[in-house]
């Protein structure tokens, strides 16, 4: 499908990731025009993702971001990603569900915000992603036994997996494998067709070739093309016309040089913590509450890395193959919320450069190491982050190649970061010396965008509603992690499927005749 210039379609979709595509899908398949407007290429996996870390670098988005603060944030391939599919063409297809305690932090501990939604508003659209994408996972799920299985029994546990079972298990602490969004075995998906399983390839993060790994290009992107959909690429967005009401009426953005306008009667902003908050702010809008750009969050993700004696192969086998969620709010914590353990496996270059960046190693040094790199596993985690005045994101006096100014972020962790990183480091060292590592070594880190436009019920505290409706702009949705409220203590590639359908799903219900 084909959609004029000339006239208006019922919606645009800015952003083809975890947030936008589902919506982009439901949209489509309720009957409406719909156009998706994405700043990256539209890959061929077979043909255009090649077993080489150094070509998949097209995957990220390598726009300067300015990064500020104690904690400076790195971008690049560690926080986002360019195409159709979003960062979900890079991501390692990591998809724990959060405890139902995770959306009412302040309730509990006095800190933080609470979710205008809850575990159980979302907990219907977490089964449809699942059985849509084919999750391989553990049944019965230690943290959550009573939950229906999931659609595929696990991926084989790789190296690093193994020694963190073997670690944990002297210590006493559960694990299962995890909830992976890559095929263990064949899968037939609805409107979309058969995939197939994973190789074992290990390149989740530069790219699956096979269509094994749930990203958005081969799953809900051919369901919202098989109902009408258009997918434009290469479409970077820079202006958002409104009318004398302040709604909007037209997306403007530039597609290879020639500046181009796109009529419609809804717009879903869907670009990610970054991209998002930077369009509103350029073109002043759905700001009367001052909070675009504030609350910037990013999880807690420190790593410790071992060798040991083994042949591991990091290269091999689903990246985070193991969980523990025995920490998710630990009984010894002098920190509020808590964090999940997860094992990881690493390609040699993100290595190489994790090394030089953490631990200064250059020259013969870092070359020393990395003779032992088949040797090497690792652990981290991901922990939840609380929103503060002072992480925000701001537009720059610089400009970028398109003559824009540069987003800057301002990140750095907190007290209760900082405690959760230390107790987190303390555990998995144990975890690595119980599991037999010769030497260890730790890369601080935090990952993922998160908040930047609020979701919440009071219009002076938040950008947008609990339907992801804008208060100030009728016509206006944002589905990214820029709404959440909070940060959550799993990764957010679940939450945002599941939120992005409910957002759709709402913004049908609620749709009166001639609005569409």
Avoid at 181 to 200: E, K
Avoid at 326 to 348: C, E, K, N, W
Wanted: charged fraction near 20%.
């Amino acid at each position: 499908m084909v959609y004029s210039l000339d006239h208006p379609v019922d919606a645009v979709v800015v952003g083809t990731g975890a947030g936008g595509a589902p919506l982009l899908a439901r949209l489509a398949q309720a009957g409406l025009s719909v156009v998706a407007l994405e700043a990256g290429e539209f890959w061929n996996p077979a043909q255009d993702f090649a077993t080489d870390e150094r070509s998949q670098s097209k995957l990220f988005w390598t726009d300067e971001r300015l990064s500020a603060g104690e904690d400076a944030i790195a971008f690049g391939n560690n926080n986002s990603g360019i195409g159709v599919g979003g960062s979900t063409l890079h991501y390692t297809a990591y998809v724990p569900r959060p405890q139902p305690d995770d959306f009412h932090l302040h309730r509990d501990f006095g800190v933080g915000i609470d979710w205008c939604l809850s575990y159980a508003d979302l907990q219907p659209y977490y089964e449809e992603v699942e059985g849509f994408l084919g999750v391989s996972g553990a049944s019965p799920y230690p943290w959550e036994p009573d939950r229906a299985p999931y659609p595929l029994p696990p991926l084989p546990l790789n190296g690093a997996a193994q020694l963190m079972q073997r670690g944990c298990q002297a210590l006493g602490i559960r694990t299962a494998p995890a909830a992976n969004a890559a095929l263990s075995a064949p899968y037939f998906q609805p409107g979309v067709g058969w995939r197939s399983a994973c190789t074992n390839r290990g390149f989740c993060q530069v790219g699956c070739s096979v269509g094994a790994k749930a990203s958005m290009d081969v799953t809900f992107i051919p369901l919202a093309l098989q109902h009408g959909a258009e997918v434009r690429s290469r479409c970077f967005v820079t202006r958002l016309e409104t009318d004398a009401s302040g709604q909007i009426t037209a997306v403007v953005y530039v597609q290879e040089g020639q500046e181009k306008r796109q009529p419609c009667r809804s717009l879903f902003l869907c670009a990610g913590a970054i991209e998002t908050p930077r369009l509103l702010l350029l073109n002043s809008l759905a700001n009367s509450s001052g909070q675009v750009g504030r609350n910037f969050m990013a999880h807690p993700g420190v790593q410790v890395w071992g060798q040991f004696p083994e042949d591991i192969r990091p290269y091999k086998g689903i990246p985070g193959g193991l969980i523990s969620e025995d920490t998710h709010r630990p009984q010894d914590a002098d920190f509020a919320g808590g964090y999940l353990l997860q094992s990881i496996g690493v390609m040699p270059v993100t290595y190489a450069s994790q090394l030089a960046r953490g631990s200064g190693l250059w020259g013969d040094r870092l070359r020393s190491h990395m003779f032992g790199y088949n040797h090497t596993a690792g652990i981290n985690i991901l922990g939840e982050c609380l929103p503060y005045e002072y992480n925000y994101l701001e537009l720059s006096d610089e400009k970028d190649d398109r003559g824009l100014p540069k987003p800057r972020v301002h990140f750095t962790n907190g007290e209760n970061e900082r405690r959760m990183n230390a107790h987190a480091e303390a555990l998995m060292r144990q975890i690595w010396s119980a599991a037999g590592a010769e030497s260890l070594w730790t890369f601080s880190r935090n990952a993922h965008t998160i908040g930047t436009c609020r979701m919440g019920t009071d219009p002076t505290q938040a950008v947008v509603d609990p339907d992801g409706r804008s208060f100030d702009v009728p016509n206006l949705y944002i589905m990214d992690n820029s709404i959440f409220p909070s940060a959550l203590s799993v990764n957010p590639a679940l939450t945002l499927m599941a939120l992005s359908l409910r957002v759709a799903d709402r913004f049908l219900q609620q749709a009166q005749p001639g609005e569409q």
